[in-house]
């Protein structure tokens, strides 16, 4: 049994002691953090987790515009229409780039030249352009004004929607992509389509 006054030397074998119990504890309880990364194929099959998934938006993204391509509208046109995308409302609990989804339903549509495209997203810079090269800035011949631009016969818009269904250790989620194209000048919807997914999980026990 200790007596007296503790020694600086055995006060100092306390504290380290206590700082490396502690180290110990935070490495034992602390994330690990992710390590020895590869690439991996984007096209292959991703269900982690329960949650929207590329996989999800590479499907749904694939059977739209293959059913939207099909359509007389764009199929059998004797001129590339002219399409502006606009925006897919999201109604799930999840957040979810939504912006993500319609640029991959741009970049589909324009393979093979079917379908031109207006930028809405670009407007605000092409107006500033305008107003730049009309400043004097740029020789007459090669100068952009108001005026030129084409008029998009379609627009592209959407919804995202979602049911999430849990009994147990069994969860079953399901997602609906509703994609329409409107005639601009009739606002008549010439073509919609949708595309469902459902994924099931089942909850792992703790500790297996």
């Not at 074998?13 to 194929?41: E, H, M, R, W």
């Not at 740029?138 to 084409?150: A, D, L, T």
């Not at 998009?152 to 079953?172: C, H, M, P, T």
Request: glycine residues 6%; aromatic residues 8%.
């Amino acid at each position: 049994m200790l007596t007296g006054k503790p020694t600086r030397a055995w006060t100092l074998a306390i504290v380290c002691s206590l700082i490396a119990v502690s180290a110990l504890y935070a490495t034992g309880c602390s994330p690990k953090a992710f390590v020895k990364g590869k690439y991996d194929d984007p096209e292959r099959e991703n269900l982690m987790n329960d949650q929207w998934s590329e996989t999800d938006m590479q499907n749904v993204v694939r059977d739209l515009v293959a059913s939207m391509i099909a359509h007389p509208a764009i199929g059998t046109a004797k001129a590339p229409p002219t399409v502006m995308v606009t925006n897919l409302q999201n109604k799930t609990s999840e957040f979810i780039d939504t912006q993500s989804i319609m640029d991959m339903v741009r970049v589909e549509l324009s393979r093979g030249g079917r379908v031109s495209f207006v930028d809405k997203e670009a407007r605000e810079d092409v107006a500033a352009e305008y107003e730049y090269q009309g400043a004097g800035n740029m020789s007459e011949e090669s100068k952009k004004s108001k005026g030129g631009q084409i008029g998009a016969d379609f627009i592209i818009n959407g919804r995202l929607d979602s049911i999430v269904q849990q009994a147990g250790k069994d969860k079953s989620v399901y997602y609906k992509v509703t994609l329409n194209l409107t005639n601009l000048k009739t606002n008549v919807i010439t073509w919609s389509d949708y595309k469902q997914l459902r994924k099931k999980y089942r909850k792992q026990s703790v500790g297996l």
